[in-house]
């Protein structure tokens, strides 16, 4: 069984920065696209970021374009996203996900977290 743990999240004030964390807990990390995505209270679930195995390709939505960098560590099993020049509307519950293949949607994947809530104040 694939476990996937979000860390990292947590109240920051707009135009601030967070990176959070996905420690994924199986044996053949390096095998799996890792994907970040984002829901705010009311919105549907929208792809943030993804990262191929080796982390040679990354994808990022339009709208974190130049402000978020996600990134892989195999030897740690974890996955990262940095996160810059936060705006409050992306208040969320950023969840990570872990698949055989790069997706834009959530349901392209197999596994996911429970996800770690960010705040940005206005």
């Known amino acids: 069984q694939v476990q996937l743990v979000e860390s990292g999240g947590g109240l920051v004030q707009a135009g601030g920065s967070l990176r959070l964390s996905c420690a994924v807990s199986?044996?053949?990390?390096?095998?799996?696209?890792m994907g970040w995505f984002r829901q705010a209270p009311g919105k549907v679930r929208e792809f943030v970021a993804a990262i191929s195995w080796g982390g040679g390709n990354t994808y990022y939505a339009d709208s974190v374009k130049g402000r978020f960098t996600i990134s892989r560590d195999n030897a740690k099993n974890t996955v990262y996203l940095q996160m810059n020049s936060l705006k409050h509307e992306e208040t969320a519950l950023y969840s990570c996900?872990?698949?055989?293949?790069?997706?834009?949607?959530?349901?392209?994947?197999?596994?996911w977290g429970q996800g770690t809530q960010v705040t940005v104040s206005s």
């Open positions: 199986v044996r053949t990390f390096s095998w799996y696209v």
């Open positions: 996900e872990a698949g055989s293949s790069y997706h834009r949607s959530e349901h392209g994947y197999d596994y």
